[in-house]
């Protein structure tokens, strides 16, 4: 029961709670950014898509923690989530100022991503973590295709999803250091399918 009532709230706190940052928001000194309509329009669809992976990131690592037996395993999915927080409160922070709103679908991709963190979870700690570690390594290549597409001059946002990609890589090397096994290509590529969707639909909606 702690531990349903645990997950509500993390879930209603993710969904419509305001974020606040444990570390500053990532900047680059002496950078102004300056942007055309379209470039805003284009900059704002990248970053709502990469706040949906954020609320995606938040429901998968609830799901896990919740799943999990060991308490130390526990711990190291909550606190993943508490880091994950700070890349929630930069890319809402980062919609605000180029006058945007988040996914009008958020309730939808955290559902679907709490489901698909508790089927991971329930498969064993190892295919847990190694579901933590493809999920990162996606994660991480979209963002690197996200800094390719971000307008150059976009000094803001582009500052945020090159060291939330840092942080991405280093949550994958976590989990592998902690025993993560390798999933299966089908397993993978039904992942890559399902990002598909929700990073396609979020462009928009």
């Given at each position: 029961?702690?531990?349903?009532?645990?997950?509500?709230?993390?879930?209603?706190?993710?969904?419509?709670?305001?974020?606040?940052?444990?570390?500053?928001?990532?900047?680059?000194?002496?950078?102004?950014?300056?942007?055309?309509?379209?470039?805003?329009?284009?900059?704002?669809?990248?970053?709502?898509?990469?706040?949906?992976?954020?609320?995606?990131?938040?429901?998968?690592y609830?799901?896990?923690?919740?799943?999990?037996?060991?308490?130390?395993?526990?711990?190291?999915?909550?606190?993943?989530?508490?880091?994950?927080?700070?890349?929630l409160?930069?890319?809402?922070?980062?919609?605000?100022?180029?006058?945007?709103?988040?996914?009008?679908?958020?309730?939808?991709?955290y559902?679907?991503?709490?489901?698909?963190?508790?089927?991971?979870?329930?498969?064993?700690?190892?295919?847990?973590?190694?579901?933590?570690?493809?999920?990162?390594?996606?994660?991480?290549?979209?963002?690197?295709?996200?800094?390719?597409?971000?307008?150059?001059?976009?000094?803001?946002?582009?500052?945020?999803?090159?060291?939330?990609?840092?942080?991405?890589?280093?949550?994958?090397?976590?989990?592998?250091?902690?025993?993560?096994?390798e999933?299966?290509?089908?397993?993978?590529?039904?992942?890559?399918?399902?990002?598909?969707?929700?990073?396609?639909?979020?462009?928009?909606?």
């Amino acid at each position: 029961m702690d531990r349903l009532l645990g997950a509500a709230d993390s879930a209603l706190r993710t969904l419509f709670a305001r974020h606040r940052a444990q570390r500053s928001c990532p900047v680059v000194a002496a950078d102004e950014t300056v942007l055309t309509p379209q470039e805003r329009r284009e900059a704002a669809a990248l970053m709502r898509v990469n706040h949906v992976g954020e609320i995606c990131a938040q429901a998968l690592y609830t799901a896990q923690a919740a799943a999990t037996r060991d308490p130390v395993l526990r711990r190291h999915f909550e606190q993943a989530s508490r880091e994950e927080t700070d890349h929630l409160a930069w890319t809402q922070s980062r919609l605000d100022e180029l006058g945007s709103r988040p996914s009008l679908l958020n309730p939808l991709w955290y559902a679907g991503a709490f489901a698909l963190g508790l089927a991971a979870g329930r498969l064993g700690d190892r295919v847990s973590l190694g579901f933590v570690v493809e999920t990162e390594r996606q994660v991480e290549t979209h963002l690197e295709g996200h800094l390719e597409r971000l307008p150059a001059a976009d000094h803001a946002s582009r500052a945020i999803v090159a060291q939330m990609k840092d942080d991405e890589a280093a949550h994958a090397a976590q989990a592998l250091a902690r025993g993560a096994v390798e999933l299966p290509a089908a397993a993978k590529g039904l992942m890559r399918a399902a990002a598909k969707v929700m990073t396609t639909t979020a462009h928009y909606i």
